[in-house]
T-cell receptor, first 118, second 109 residues
Framework: ETGVTQTPRHLVMGMTNKKSLKCEQH?????MYWYKQSAKKPLELMFV???????ENNSVPSRFSPECPNSSHLFLHLHTLQPEDSALYLC?????????????????FGPGTRLTVT | GQNIDQPTEMTATEGAIVQINCTYQ??????LFWYQQHAGEAPTFLSY????GLEEKGRFSSFLSRSKGYSYLLLKELQMKDSASYLC??????????FGAGTRLFVKA
C-alpha cells in the first residue's frame, strides 16, 4: 500500500468506447502524474499536474484527456483508443518537483490499470 | 535528446553481491533515482543521488558520477525477494523524471 489507489485495476474496451481511469492519493502530495508502461518499454511520462495545474504534457494524442479536480484526485479520460494503446497505466504522486537546489521528491506509484483495447 | 542505458537482464546467486550499472545522457540533470519494480506491481522508490559519491541504505547502495553520466545500484546479501526489475531514472528538472527500460534481476538459490 503506497497511499495511491487506482480504479479500475483492469479494463477492456472497444475502440469506440469512452471510459475513465481514476487515481486518488492519500499522502497530502501536491503533484500527480500519469505514466504509460508498455511491454518491454520504459515508463513514458504522459501528464503532470502540480497544484491542479497541468505542468507537463508530453505530446500525448488527444484521445487521452487528463483532469485534476483537486490535489488528491486525477482522472484520465479515454475515447476512440487504438489497440496500440493497450498498456499498464500508472498514476503517481510526489510532494513536489525538482528545483535548482537539487531537491527532487520521489514518486509514489499506484498499482496501475491494465488496459486492453480490442 | 535523452538516453538511458542499463543492462536488460542479470542473474546472481542468493547471498551474493550484484552491481547494476546505468549510464545516461540528458538535457538537464537534477539527480538520479533508482526504483524497484516486481513483476505485475508498481515501481517503489529505492534511492536518490544528487551529489557525486556513494549513498548507503541497508543492503542497497547507490553511486553517482555526474561528470561521467554514470550511476550504479549495489545490492548486497541478495535474497530471493530481490528478483525484480531495477529502474534507473534521472530527473531532468522540475517534474520530469525519465525512466530507463530497467534491468531484470534474477536471484537463484
Amino acid at each position: 500500500e503506497t497511499g495511491v489507489t487506482q480504479t479500475p485495476r483492469h479494463l477492456v474496451m472497444g475502440m469506440t468506447n469512452k471510459k475513465s481511469l481514476k487515481c486518488e492519493q492519500h499522502l497530502g502530495h501536491n503533484a500527480m502524474y500519469w505514466y504509460k508502461q508498455s511491454a518491454k518499454k520504459p515508463l513514458e511520462l504522459m501528464f503532470v499536474y502540480s497544484l491542479e495545474e497541468r505542468v507537463e504534457n508530453n505530446s500525448v494524442p488527444s484521445r487521452f484527456s487528463p483532469e485534476c479536480p483537486n490535489s488528491s484526485h486525477l482522472f484520465l479520460h479515454l475515447h476512440t483508443l487504438q489497440p496500440e494503446d493497450s498498456a499498464l497505466y500508472l498514476c503517481a504522486s510526489s510532494q513536489g518537483g525538482g528545483d535548482t537546489q537539487g531537491i527532487t521528491y520521489e514518486q509514489y506509484f499506484g498499482p496501475g490499470t491494465r488496459l486492453t483495447v480490442t | 535528446g535523452q538516453n538511458i542505458d542499463q543492462p536488460t537482464e542479470m542473474t546472481a546467486t542468493e547471498g551474493a553481491i550484484v552491481q547494476i550499472n546505468c549510464t545516461y545522457q540528458t538535457s538537464g540533470f537534477n539527480g538520479l533515482f533508482w526504483y524497484q519494480q516486481h513483476a505485475g506491481e508498481a515501481p517503489t522508490f529505492l534511492s536518490y543521488n544528487v551529489l557525486d559519491g556513494l549513498e548507503e541504505k541497508g543492503r542497497f547502495s547507490s553511486f553517482l558520477s555526474r561528470s561521467k553520466g554514470y550511476s550504479y545500484l549495489l545490492l548486497k546479501e541478495l535474497q530471493m525477494k530481490d528478483s525484480a526489475s531495477y529502474l534507473c531514472a534521472p530527473n531532468t528538472g522540475g517534474f520530469k523524471t525519465i525512466f530507463g527500460a530497467g534491468t531484470r534481476l534474477f536471484v537463484k538459490a
